[in-house]
Structures are given as C-alpha cells and as structure tokens.
C-alpha cells in the first residue's frame, strides 16, 4: 500500500513546481452508467488517484502552494447513513483530514461558495481542460464573472494551464513504494499466466481460460488492468481480441495477454503457448525469433539508451530472424529501409506502465526520443502476426500470431524483470504444462 505520506510528499512535489502564485484543481473520475440503474465498476482517475489514494466519486481537490509547502483541500461527499446502506462506507469530511491526510475537507456542495474566493491572487489554474466538461463550464463561469469585478476588489487567474505536463512527468518515476505495489501486481499476473498454461486442453474453449485468469486475479485482490486477450489460432493475430469464445484447437498456439491492478498499479504480460502443451517445430522456430528479439530489446533498455532503440533492437532481429525462416524475402538492409517487416511487426515494442496499463510520461523531448532514466517502468513486447490469407509465407507460419511481453523497470545496471518468474523459453514453458 502506499502510505499517506507518499501521498502528501507527491502534493508537495507538484506545488514546488506550480509556483506560489498558483493553484492546482483535479477532478475525480466521474461514475458511468453501464445501462439502467446499473454502473460501471468505479475506478478512480490515475491522477487523482496519484495525488490522494482516496477513491470514491464526485471529489475534487485544491492544493495551494505557499512558502511552507502548501494546503490540500479535498472537496468530497459527507457521511450519509442512508447512502451507505446502499453503497457502502464513505470516508466522509473527518475522514478525507484523518485517513487520507487533507490539511482541510468541505463537502462538495461547498464548491461553489468556497472554491472561487481561493483563486483570488492566484496567477495561474493548473488544470486539464476537457478532462471534466461539467466542472470546465462551472470554472470558466467564475473566471467570467471575476473579471466584471474591481480589481482592486478581486484579483483573478488569468490564465489557465495544463496540468498534465508536470504531473506526468513525476508518475513517470516510481518510488521505491511504488515498485513493491509493482512488484506485487506482476507477481499475481504470473501466477494467473501459469494457472492458464496448467490448465489448457485442446477441446477447451478461451472463455475457461478467461475464467481462470479472472479466478486468480479476484482470489489475489485484484482487478484486470485491462481486457484481457486469449486468442487462440489465427484470434492472435487479431490485435485487439476480447471475444475470448472460441473453441482451442490441437496443433494452435494460443496468445494471452492479461494484466493484473493492484492497488491501482498494472501489470501487463504476454504468453504465447502451445494448446496442446507442445509447439510444432515451426511455430518453435517462430518463437524463437520474436524471444530472441525481446531478450535483445530488454538487454538494451538501460539508463541513457533512447526509449527508441529498444524498439529498433526488436525489430532488427526480428527481421533478421523472419528473413531466415523465409518469411521475408530481402536483405536485411533492404527490409529495415523499406519497412517490409511492418507487414508482420505491426506495433510498437512497448510502453510506459503504472497506474494505467498505457502509461503517462512524454516518449519525446523537444523531438528527440526520451532517454531511458533509472526509475522508468515499461513493458518490451515485440510481436509478429502472420495473416491467415498471406500466400506469401509458407503455410505451416499462417495464421500464427506470437507476442512475448514482460514489464521491466530501468535501474543503473541490467533492468530488473519485475515478470520475470514466469516461464518463457519454449522448452520451460513445455515443462510446465507437462508438469
Ligand atoms: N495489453 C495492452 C498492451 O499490451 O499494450
Ligand atoms: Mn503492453
Ligand atoms: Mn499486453
């Protein structure tokens, strides 16, 4: 868990970079309706989520730097017993000052009397437009309002910034708590890879799979961190698979990718495994390509290396790899430079991971890709899809889609595999589904 004064440290990190003369404002996510009378599972929003570890709805929170650091406002719901009984226990105002460490908390129907009077003397609003079109129009409605006054009487922000920049930019690196949470959430990941790979027969069909992935993430305190795939034959060639409804079939591979949320932290993890609990010596040799290209990229993600030349490390061998199996036609300069490899390697090598699976951070500064820096958390997951229909290639490789994905976090040396206790090799993956 993520303790209080984490929490508190981050605030005050974010009010050290406003500056004095600001004030920050963000919205808890909304609720949404599924269809009628019936939500979607509430899940906070990350940044909000980041600021406070408080996770209940309609809340929005003010920090106000100082010289001494600054206040936290939290603007929330107060207890309801009657609401309660239906939806459970609430933190409440006492609750968001002693449990979530508030220097101050109004309930939210106090917005409009308390909120507009602390911008005043403020120069700059730091917050993300169009991220609450409701909270948008009621804040670009006081600021209007301001600017009929006096001066002298009130002096109103004139300008209104994205938060997002500099909040990114913190979440991006994860504290020493953060990779423990981390740590925790790969851990459940694996051993819902693992179930799967135990119990896999031909004859199943993806949605007992799906079932048992689901089954350990519950038993563990989580949630998916996302929809997971298990695609099994060509379905893995279909990057986007949630059917999860199809029969498996001897003699396929079958393509899970699933992810555990621990408190609040994702993981995100890719096997590619035989049905039958044995790859056919072709699909053996494809999988070994795109595992020679993942372990080439993990190798290389180290403090200072481009974010971009981890993917081209992946694509480099890949190819090379393709062009020995056939699968591709040219040379290996010729198929870098005219791209031919995109035809099976459709999607970038990997991405940022914490509290959103896609995680936030800049992949670019001022044009050039991002230096990796000890801290960062991503996954490397290249992947090669051959199209059922493609003539092109040999029969025994259509229709075979394999991604191999692991989360890495960069430290000063080799990156640390926080994944990295589940099997990978085809040879240990045939052992444990025999065992
Ligand atoms: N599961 C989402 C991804 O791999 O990016
Ligand atoms: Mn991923
Ligand atoms: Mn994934």
Redesign the pocket.
């Known amino acids: 868990m993520i303790k209080q004064k984490e929490y508190a440290k981050r605030r005050m990190q974010l009010m050290r970079m406003a500056g004095e003369d600001s004030i920050i404002i963000v919205c808890a996510a909304p609720e949404r309706i599924r269809n009628n009378d019936v939500h979607y599972p509430y899940r906070q929003d990350s940044d909000f989520l980041y600021l406070t570890g408080f996770r209940e709805p309609e809340a929005l929170l003010v920090m106000i730097p100082d010289k001494e650091g600054g206040q936290s406002i939290l603007f929330c719901r107060d207890r309801d017993p009657e609401r309660e009984m239906w939806d459970g226990p609430m933190a409440g105002l006492r609750g968001a000052v002693s449990e979530i460490g508030m220097d101050e908390a109004f309930a939210r129907e106090e917005i409009s009397r308390r909120l507009p009077p602390m911008l005043h003397d403020r120069e700059r609003i730091y917050y993300d437009l169009g991220s609450n079109p409701v909270f948008d129009q009621r804040l670009i409605g006081w600021l209007n309002e301001f600017r009929e006054k006096p001066r002298r009487t009130f002096h109103a922000p004139e300008e209104i910034h994205a938060l997002d920049h500099m909040l990114h930019d913190l979440r991006l690196y994860k504290s020493r708590a953060e990779l423990t949470v981390m740590k925790r959430s790969a851990q459940v990941a694996v051993t819902a890879h693992e179930r799967a790979m135990q119990v896999c027969q031909p004859g199943m069909n993806e949605s007992e799979i799906h079932a048992e992935l689901l089954h350990t993430f519950t038993r563990n305190h989580c949630v998916p961190s996302?929809q997971a795939?298990v695609g099994g034959g060509a379905n893995a060639c279909i990057l986007h698979y949630i059917a999860n409804n199809a029969e498996l079939r001897d003699g396929d591979l079958l393509l899970i990718?699933a992810?555990a949320e621990y408190d609040g932290y994702a993981s995100?993890i890719?096997r590619t495994f035989p049905v039958s609990g044995k790859y056919s010596p072709e699909q053996r040799d494809l999988y070994d390509v795109v595992l020679a290209a993942q372990l080439a990229a993990i190798e290389k993600a180290r403090p200072g290396v481009p974010w971009q030349r981890v993917h081209d490390e992946a694509v480099h061998v890949a190819t090379q790899g393709m062009i020995d199996l056939g699968i591709l036609k040219l040379s290996l300069e010729q198929e870098l430079e005219q791209e031919g490899y995109k035809h099976f390697y459709v999607h970038n090598t990997g991405?940022w991971l914490g509290l959103d699976?896609?995680d936030v951070g800049e992949y670019q500064i001022d044009g050039e890709s991002r230096e990796l820096e000890p801290g960062m958390v991503m996954?490397v997951?290249p992947g090669i899809y051959i199209p059922p229909n493609d003539t092109s290639v040999r029969k025994c490789f259509r229709g075979v889609g394999i991604r191999i994905?692991d989360d890495i976090v960069i430290t000063k040396n080799a990156p640390l595999v926080l994944t990295g206790g589940l099997v990978k090799t085809a040879d240990d993956i045939e052992a444990l589904m025999a065992g």
């Open positions: 996302y795939i990718d992810g995100d890719t991405h699976v896609h996954t997951e994905e």
